[in-house]
């Protein structure tokens, strides 16, 4: 069987994103803000609605980099868990008790 590692160099690996089920708070507070975005919506004009749309745009932007560099530094965290994990499995202290 291959490893993740050639699977990952080979491109033969193909991640999906999963399905989240987002809890009842989310989807309240979800809720909340649509309905407050709609308030802001009734009191502006065209050019404050563009202006709306164009911030929220930048926003989204901006939510996935910040998803993207999380990402990124969660896999490293756990990278360096396992780099650890077998820094002890080869430790000559662990080797004389075993």
Do not use: C
Not at 24 to 48: A, H, P, T, V
Not at 59 to 65: E, W
């Amino acid at each position: 069987m291959k490893s993740i590692l050639e699977m990952f160099a080979n491109d033969e690996l193909e991640i999906s994103s999963r399905y989240y089920e987002y809890s009842k708070e989310f989807r309240q507070k979800e809720n909340e803000m649509e309905k407050i975005r709609d308030k802001i919506l009734d009191k502006l004009d065209e050019e404050g609605k563009t202006l709306l749309d164009e911030y929220e745009n930048a926003n989204a932007d901006l939510q996935g980099i910040t998803k993207t560099i999380e990402f990124i530094y969660g896999y490293q965290i756990g990278s360096l868990m396992m780099i650890d994990v077998y820094s002890v499995l080869d430790s000559p202290a662990l080797n004389e008790r075993y």
